[in-house]
């Protein structure tokens, strides 16, 4: 404590003995403060930018981490699929040689022609004929003639729906192996976030497609299915009219048959003989 009184009062001294024209510097408080204000701020400053590049560094270190596939990524997980060749067949009696094509390449004209080369053509019923039979043998023709007719369409129907999706099973089946060389790839610009996100959008447009053509193949499947269904209805239906029929003109029928044999057998002369 003494050692300060003695350091002030030669302090005081000192001011004492210099020149009469030495002035104190003046401090201005206010800017003094806003000095210190501003210095605590720029240092708030330096500290977030510290943090703010400390976290992009984390980012890009996990980011270039994600990117990085294991090696041994594609020899371990990548499968063969069976794929769609074209069909073939023998044409012994060229007529099944635009079956074919329709079934491999789609093509509607390919597949009328194939309807109509390898299946047996029904013929037009005589106009003639047709207008002097009864209403209920029309009817059974007219119905005979639909189930052909709609066979036909849903049969050329199939085939090109067929055809179409094995014609263009190449192009897919490319894509497929694009998509699945750049998923395995080790190319940081391929499992790079935005990469990534494109193969999930490009694979789920690749299945959307493919159940559309599963939907196609379901979609014929039924369609035949229901030619056949008509023709079993048909055939039920028409046993149902005939029991009806039966039973309407069996008592009339019979007595026809009735009278029949009873002119017979009374036209008939026995002679005494036995003759």
């Given at each position: 404590m003494r050692t300060v009184r003695y350091c002030f009062l030669f302090f005081a001294l000192c001011l004492a003995a210099a020149p009469a024209y030495a002035q104190f510097a003046v401090i201005d408080a206010s800017n003094l403060a806003e000095a210190v204000k501003q210095f605590k701020q720029l240092q708030q400053v330096y500290t977030t930018a510290n943090q703010t590049r400390d976290q992009i560094i984390q980012a890009y270190?996990?980011?270039?981490?994600?990117?990085?596939?294991?090696?041994?990524?594609?020899?371990?997980?990548k499968a063969q699929f069976a794929l769609w060749m074209n069909l073939t067949a023998p044409n012994t009696y060229g007529n099944t040689s635009a079956w074919i094509a329709a079934l491999n390449t789609g093509i509607p004209q390919q597949s009328s022609a194939g309807y109509a080369a390898a299946i047996v053509q029904v013929n037009p019923y005589p106009a003639?004929?047709?207008?002097?039979?009864?209403?209920?043998?029309?009817?059974?023709?007219?119905?005979?003639?639909?189930?052909?007719?709609?066979?036909?369409?849903?049969?050329?129907?199939?085939?090109?729906?067929?055809?179409q999706i094995r014609s263009h099973s190449e192009s897919l089946?490319?894509?497929?192996?694009?998509?699945?060389?750049?998923?395995?790839?080790?190319?940081?610009?391929?499992?790079?976030?935005?990469?990534?996100?494109?193969?999930?959008n490009a694979a789920n447009l690749i299945q959307l497609h493919s159940q559309q053509d599963t939907n196609q193949?379901?979609?014929?499947?039924?369609?035949?299915?229901?030619?056949?269904?008509?023709?079993?209805?048909?055939?039920q239906n028409r046993t149902i009219n005939q029991a009806i029929y039966f039973q309407q003109n069996f008592p009339s029928t019979m007595q026809k048959i009735n009278n029949g044999v009873s002119q017979s057998i009374q036209s008939i002369s026995f002679s005494a003989g036995g003759h």
């Open positions: 270190n996990l980011a270039h981490y994600m990117s990085q596939m294991p090696q041994d990524m594609y020899q371990r997980y003639s004929g047709f207008g002097q039979l009864d209403p209920a043998t029309q009817a059974t023709i007219e119905n005979q003639y639909a189930t052909s007719d709609l066979a036909q369409g849903t049969t050329t129907s199939a085939l090109t729906a067929l055809g089946n490319q894509q497929i192996s694009n998509l699945e060389a750049d998923s395995y790839s080790n190319d940081p610009t391929e499992q790079s976030e935005m990469a990534v996100l494109g193969k999930v193949l379901l979609a014929a499947g039924i369609q035949q299915q229901m030619v056949a269904q008509k023709q079993a209805i048909d055939a």
